[in-house]
Nanobody, 131 residues
C-alpha cells in the first residue's frame, strides 16, 4: 500500500513561514515526480511545487519566489518551505507521487494543458494564514 503522510501545517499570520513535511513510503519515494498541491474550500485543486527525481523543480506562479520544494533521499521525505505566507495560501496541502520510475522521463511541471502528474497522495495538512 502506497503511503504518504503530511505534517507541519498550522495557523499563522501573514508574513510568517511554515515548513511542511511529507514522509513517503520507500516503495513510492523513488518515482519520477513528487508534487505538493493544495485545495481550498470551493476552489479547484492547484499545483504548488514539483520536484523531479534529478532535483529539478517547478513552481506555480502564485508561490514562485516564496515557496521552496526539496527532498531528503536518506529520509524518504519531501519538504515545502513556505515563506511570506499570504491569506490566499490558506488551504489543505497534499503531497503526491506519480507512477513513473525515476528513470522514466516525461513532464514534471505545472501546465494548464496537462493534468498534474499524480497518482497517490496523503491525507493532507491544513494551513491557515490570517491577515
Amino acid at each position: 500500500q502506497i503511503q504518504l503522510r503530511e505534517s507541519g501545517g498550522g495557523s499563522v499570520q501573514a508574513g510568517d513561514s511554515l515548513t511542511l513535511s511529507c514522509e513517503i513510503d520507500s516503495s513510492t519515494y523513488n518515482t519520477y515526480c513528487l508534487t505538493w498541491l493544495r485545495q481550498a474550500p470551493g476552489k479547484e485543486r492547484e499545483g504548488v511545487a514539483l520536484i523531479r527525481a534529478d532535483g529539478q523543480t517547478n513552481y506555480g506562479a502564485s508561490v514562485q519566489g516564496r515557496f521552496t520544494i526539496s527532498k531528503d533521499n536518506a529520509k524518504n521525505t519531501l519538504y515545502l518551505q513556505m515563506d511570506n505566507l499570504k491569506p490566499e495560501d490558506s488551504a489543505r496541502y497534499y503531497c503526491a507521487s506519480d507512477l513513473r520510475t525515476a528513470e522514466s522521463g516525461g513532464y514534471c511541471y505545472i501546465s494548464q494543458e496537462l493534468p498534474l502528474p499524480i497518482a497517490y497522495w496523503g491525507p493532507g495538512t491544513q494551513v491557515t494564514v490570517s491577515s
